[in-house]
């Protein structure tokens, strides 16, 4: 996961390298995604690695929707 | 080692982030095998059941940890500036995840994917006080883990 000026560097990038365009997340986003993907404390004992519905629930809450933050192929 | 395979495992992974947290950098298998009263041997293979976890990355080889995430052991394009140490982060997720994780005030340093600007994201008592840009994730999330490195 990359940072890029805007998105018309992203297009620029994915056309260099012949890469389709994937997932953009502003700053905003990214942050928040972060806080709530690491906050826990990995030291405790009892925490354990998100499952895909919960993972799923996180990228929902945070606008990110649709096949490609999905982590199981669709039925 | 006399405990259970599960709860030597937790141990490690607190002796782990503890180390990481601490300094900026995972241990090797050497500093936690005396850190935890372990043979290297034993160490090895619990580093290599996280790794089987995805809980670590190990560089290929030795069995040495890559990425205790958001941590990398290696200098990349993702440096993260607290008042204490300088760490790197394995992409911009994860090092906007190490400024979560440690709670404290941080400068991310790292340069546009395309042009190669000099970018920085400064965060400020759990806010994001400035920075610009947008993040790109090149790879599906169901594939993510097919070569973490990459993505």
């Known amino acids: 996961m990359l940072l890029f000026r805007s998105e018309e560097h992203v297009t620029r990038w994915c056309k260099a390298w012949r890469m389709e365009r994937g997932g953009i997340l502003t700053l905003g986003q990214q942050w928040r995604l972060a806080k709530v993907w690491y906050g826990a404390d990995r030291r405790d004992p009892t925490w354990q690695r998100k499952t895909p519905d919960e993972a799923e629930a996180i990228f929902a809450e945070l606008g990110l929707t649709g096949p490609f933050w999905r982590l199981r192929p669709s039925a | ?151």
């Open chain 2, 1 to 151: 080692m006399t405990q259970s395979t599960d709860a030597f495992d937790r141990d490690v992974r607190r002796f782990v982030y503890d180390v990481v947290l601490r300094r900026g950098f995972p241990p090797t298998t050497a500093e936690a095998a005396a850190g935890l009263r372990a043979t290297v041997d034993e160490v090895r293979a619990c580093f290599a059941r996280l790794a089987a976890g995805h809980i670590l990355v190990l560089q290929s080889g030795a069995g040495e940890i890559l990425m205790a995430n958001p941590f990398s052991a290696v200098p990349t394009p993702f440096l993260v500036q607290f008042d204490d140490y300088a760490c790197y982060g394995n992409c911009i997720w994860d090092a906007m995840g190490i400024v979560a994780m440690r709670g404290r005030d941080a400068l991310i340093k790292t340069s546009c994917g395309d042009c190669g600007a000099l970018m920085e994201v400064r965060i400020v008592t759990g806010a994001l006080q400035s920075g610009e840009g947008v993040a790109h994730y090149a790879l599906p999330a169901r594939r993510w883990w097919d070569d973490i490195v990459f993505n």
